[in-house]
């Protein structure tokens, strides 16, 4: 049982360009969201987080918009960059209180050709 | 160093064997976390610590699974009789506590297990 989906596993998006990334989450109580980013052979690394009772959150190129009726987020980067070519990780957090355990989708990865 | 370290970063070992993975957290971090990522899968949640005591053990898979945090700082997992389908790899994570959004976790490099 996947409560946190990514059905993309893949994207190629010109450098220049904007990338969506997209993530499905079935659990209505999760209290947060965040997307890490992932090159190969190292560890996630936290990229951007929004809180349940917001609707979108933005830091420089990157942007992540939660539509909670859907039960869907998605991070925005623009412009695209070649170094921006990674494993994309969309992590929900905070169900029953627990703010230690995030569940984590399959990933995205990014290529941004330049 | 300044992240998270985990020891070692690959491990090769026969079915039956027991393995012992290390992580030394980051300095003055009280939550550690292990995490579990299978092929082609997210990082799955596996234990977490609050200092000394094991919070939450929810995401252990059994019993030959076991980790320790004897002194607040560095963990251990122990895994008993390995599997084949044990092979992963084993990301720890620490944060400076569990307040607010949370969430915010700085992975180390993770160890690889291989399990023949």
């Known amino acids: 049982d996947q409560q946190v989906k990514q059905n993309s596993p893949s994207l190629s998006v010109q450098e220049g360009r904007i990338s969506i990334l997209n993530c499905d989450y079935t659990?209505?109580?999760?209290?947060?969201f965040l997307w890490y980013k992932k090159y190969p052979a190292e560890g996630p690394t936290f990229l951007i987080s929004i809180s349940s009772i917001k609707d979108k959150n933005e830091d420089g190129r990157f942007t992540v918009f939660l539509n909670k009726s859907a039960k869907h987020l998605s991070l925005h980067i623009v412009p695209s960059q070649p170094g921006d070519s990674a494993v994309y990780f969309c992590?929900?957090?905070?169900?029953?209180?627990?703010?230690?355990?995030?569940?984590f989708g399959t990933g995205t990865l990014l290529a941004v050709q330049p | 160093g300044a992240g998270v370290s985990q020891t070692p970063s690959n491990k090769v070992t026969e079915k039956g064997k027991y393995v012992e993975l290390r992580c030394d957290p980051i300095s003055g971090h009280t939550a550690l976390y292990w995490y579990r990522q299978s092929l082609g899968q997210g990082p799955e949640f596996l234990i977490y610590f609050q200092g000394t005591g094991a919070a939450d053990d929810s995401g252990l898979p059994n019993d030959r699974f076991f980790a320790v945090r004897p002194e607040g700082s560095v963990s251990t997992l122990k895994i008993q009789r390995t599997e084949r389908g044990d092979s992963a790899v084993y990301l720890c994570?620490?944060?400076?506590?569990?307040?607010?959004?949370?969430?915010?976790?700085?992975f180390g490099e993770g160890s690889r297990l291989t399990v023949l």
């Open positions: 994570a620490s944060s400076l506590g569990t307040s607010g959004i949370g969430g915010e976790l700085f």
């Open positions: 659990n209505s109580m999760f209290d947060y």
């Open positions: 992590a929900s957090g905070g169900y029953g209180g627990a703010t230690n355990k995030l569940i």
